[in-house]
């Protein structure tokens, strides 16, 4: 159903309403531009904001484009922020290592590395700011499988209906059929790693500390949420993980306590309840084409290791939020190559690098090898005194380092 049913004629169409569709949506809206998203599930399941286990880490420069966007203020009060970060190498049998790195917020003028969100309230809360701009709809509960590019508009038939755009935008997600569609190449990596995801309660509260501890299996995240609750995200081998997967509530408990640890007491799972996401990566050789862009999970995916992949996607909205209100207002067609390119020049290298970084972490650190596990236990002890270079990572993971830092991405934009 159309939320307004009253446009059938768009600036943008955008294909998949989940994290990166509703957050490109609103940008675009709160900046002039009409828009249609179209998506396959209910809006009932948006509203009742059911959790699947995922939570994501969104960088302080990230942050700033939800402020930018009215996001902030209706997702502000679901927020945790990341105070200090711990990353340290370990082994269930062997115990962790000697030497560990520790991010202090203190270090950044004790402002916030990130913040942590349920996915599905942040969902919630970027379609409730949709539904704020009469210049979005919003078609639920449609798949979109074809579509028309013609030299001058994309057509879209959907439930009897024409609707048409200037541009198509794939926020399909990673299996994205539109990318499939169009033939983009992409290259692909399989980690044959799960991710384990589950939330645990914990007896003392973890004052804004996350955790990243390196086991052979894969990497072991735990981020801070609200009260006294943490988000755990446990990659493992893929056998050894259906082995986990199918475990009692009490064995699991105790397979993953050796992980966890003791820090903050007692842990339990919340509500028992365990989900897992196999751990695959891509990148695609090329964005754009006349009249369509991919954005965000469907361009490229990566191994959750550094918690990136939706902070990728929202450099991509920003900037070619930017490429679009910048056209629009200049009166140039915002679905040509000339302004696509612009996007696809800004993203494209950035991506590419972060997927090959994320890539070479995991290979680095989910293996027992001897001299490679001495070799990264001194370097980050070595690192972990370096206090130039922390804060050159710590600013790195807060969004603040790199060329092209779209304007919706600073405190202050000028778009
Ligand atoms: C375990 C795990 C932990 C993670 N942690 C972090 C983190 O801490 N920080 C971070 O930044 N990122 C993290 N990520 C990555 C983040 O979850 C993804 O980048 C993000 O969810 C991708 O959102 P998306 O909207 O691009 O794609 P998706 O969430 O896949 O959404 C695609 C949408 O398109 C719709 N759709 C698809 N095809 C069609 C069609 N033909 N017609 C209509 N609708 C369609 C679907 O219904 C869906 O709603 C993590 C990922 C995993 C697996």
Redesign the pocket.
């Known amino acids: 159903m159309i939320k307004n049913n009253k446009l059938c004629s768009y600036d943008v169409i955008i ?7 509703l957050q490109m949506a609103v940008s675009l809206g709160s900046y002039g531009i009409s828009v249609c998203v ?4 209910k809006i009932n399941n948006i509203l009742n904001d059911e959790f699947d286990g ?5 960088a302080s420069a990230s942050s700033n484009l939800l402020k930018h966007t009215g996001v902030w203020e209706k997702v502000e009060k679901y927020a945790s922020p990341m105070l200090d970060i711990h990353i340290q190498d370990g082994d269930v049998v062997k115990g962790m290592s000697a030497y560990s790195m520790h991010y202090d917020n203190n270090l950044v003028n004790g402002e916030a590395l990130g913040y942590i969100f349920e ?1 599905n309230t942040l969902r919630r809360c970027q379609y409730e700011r949709l539904c704020e701009l009469d210049n979005i709809d919003y078609i639920e509960d ?4 074809d579509y028309e590019i013609n030299d001058d508009e994309v057509i879209v038939e959907i439930n009897g209906k024409t609707i048409s755009g200037k541009l198509l935008l794939a ?4 299996f994205s ?1 539109i990318r499939e569609k169009e033939k983009f190449k992409t290259i692909n990596w399989d980690y044959k790693q799960t ?1 384990i ?1 589950c939330t645990v309660d914990t007896k003392d509260n973890h004052n804004g500390v996350a955790l990243e501890l390196f086991f052979p299996g894969g990497p072991f995240g735990v981020l801070p949420m609200q009260g006294n609750k943490m988000s755990v ?1 446990w990659s493992e081998q893929d056998e050894i993980a259906k082995q986990v997967l199918k475990m009692n509530n009490n064995d699991f408990k105790e397979h993953l306590k050796q992980r966890f640890g003791d820090w903050l007491g007692d842990i339990s799972v919340t509500d028992n309840k365990v989900y897992s ?1 196999p751990l695959t990566a891509h990148h695609t050789t090329g964005y754009i084409k006349h009249r369509l862009a991919l954005v ?3 361009a490229h ?1 990566m191994h ?1 290791i550094a ?5 990728m ?1 929202i450099r991509d909205i920003a900037s070619l939020t930017e490429c679009i209100v910048k056209a629009k207002k200049a009166g140039r067609d915002i679905g040509s190559i000339e302004t696509l390119k612009h996007y696809e020049q800004y993203r494209y290298f950035d991506n590419a690098s972060l997927v090959l970084i994320c890539d070479g972490l995991v290979k680095l650190f989910s293996n027992d090898i001897g001299i490679i596990r001495t070799l990264r236990v001194a370097g980050m002890g070595i690192l972990n005194k370096i206090i130039p270079a922390k804060k050159f990572f710590m600013q790195h993971a807060r969004g603040m380092v790199g060329t092209n830092i779209p304007s919706l991405l600073k405190k202050y934009t000028d778009l």
Do not use: H
């Open positions: 294909i998949g309403g989940s994290l990166s569709g179209i998506d396959r599930s995922r939570t994501c880490a969104i996915n449609s798949q979109v499988l926020c399909d997600g990673k059929k991710a995801v995200i996401y965000g999970d469907s995916s959750p918690g990136q992949g939706f902070n996607g």
